[in-house]
């Protein structure tokens, strides 16, 4: 994830990928890293000086959110610049006009019209960088970057049909709810916006947000039974109520027996519960800045000892190692 705005993530973060990673992790399934993509921030003008907090806020709620060190690798991208050298040899394989149907660099240059840059066109091949570097077989992602990863996938494919397998083809592993809307029911949530509810948001802004959260307008104007499946607030309980009473919402929502209102005091409740256990981590860890420092020294440590073999076997393979020449 980018460490945007302050860093701290937003509920949007942990619902559509966060929680899956911890759950992942957890599972010790997978020799899992995760990454604070601080590079890929940068395609965005932004403050130095603020750039560190950023970073210290989105490894922050990392590790609040669940994510283990002793379980996975957690660092930031930029302190191992085996990123970008990789990056660079995958866009000599990667095709302008895939990167030109990239819908993310379209809505991107929508909104950022001022600064449209390489970075932002190129951002794909380092994000295949990012998966390939570590030769990922699976990345747990929201549907909103599925096409950035089958990109991946292809430029796995070129680059291995060229300079031989050096690459396994990674897999998306989505969650329950891969893509969670905004409080305006209209656009994917996001700070920037401001139709985010903050991962440590106080209980009493939590209630107040959902209060004023989009319902299913056809319900309010016409009178009509709810329609859970286009509600954002049903989307919200489908990932964090029990899944028997969420059944029990769906046919209340329907009948029209459960109000908007009450709908979202149960959301508010729960979500609260939710996060309540991740707030006091936070607050932990912000009392020991240095603990959440020496987690990165060590991920960056382990993930530069796995990226200076994997690029020793790409310079390899690609000719780039010095060498007599042959007579």
Not at 120 to 127: G, R
Request: some cysteine.
């Amino acid at each position: 994830m980018q460490p945007t705005g302050s860093g701290e993530l937003h509920i949007g973060n942990y619902l559509g990928a966060l929680k899956n990673w911890v759950s992942l992790s957890r599972e010790g399934v997978y020799d899992s890293l995760f990454c604070v993509v601080d590079a890929h921030a940068a395609t965005s003008e932004y403050e130095a000086s603020e750039m560190p907090t950023r970073i210290f806020g989105t490894a922050l709620s990392y590790l609040a959110a669940g994510l283990d060190p002793d379980r996975c690798t957690v660092f930031v991208q930029s302190d191992v610049p085996q990123h970008m050298e990789l990056a660079w040899y995958l866009s000599t394989v990667t095709p302008m006009g895939d990167l030109h149907r990239m819908t993310q660099f379209k809505e991107k240059s929508e909104q950022f019209k001022q600064n449209v840059n390489a970075g932002l066109f190129t951002y794909p091949v380092l994000m295949a960088a990012d998966i390939l570097l570590y030769r990922a077989t699976v990345v747990p992602v929201g549907n909103d970057q599925v096409q950035h990863l089958e990109l991946s996938r292809e430029i796995c494919r070129k680059f291995n049909a060229r300079f031989g397998e050096i690459f396994p083809e990674p897999k998306p592993k989505l969650t329950v709810t891969p893509r969670i809307m905004g409080l305006d029911g209209k656009r994917k949530m996001s700070k920037s916006l401001g139709n985010a509810i903050d991962l440590f948001d106080e209980p009493k802004v939590v209630e107040k947000k959902l209060k004023g959260a989009f319902t299913d307008e056809l319900k309010l104007k016409m009178g009509d039974p709810g329609r859970p499946e286009v509600c954002n607030i049903f989307t919200l309980h489908t990932a964090l109520t029990p899944a028997g009473e969420v059944q029990q919402i769906d046919a209340e929502c329907r009948s029209g027996a459960l109000g908007c209102g009450s709908c979202k005091k149960r959301l508010t409740e729960t979500l609260n519960a939710e996060l309540g256990p991740i707030q006091a981590r936070a607050a932990e860890l912000r009392a020991q800045p240095e603990r959440v420092l020496r987690v990165l020294e060590s991920g960056a440590e382990r993930a530069r000892s796995i990226a200076t073999q994997t690029m020793a076997d790409v310079r390899q393979a690609m000719g780039m190692n010095v060498r007599a020449p042959q007579s």
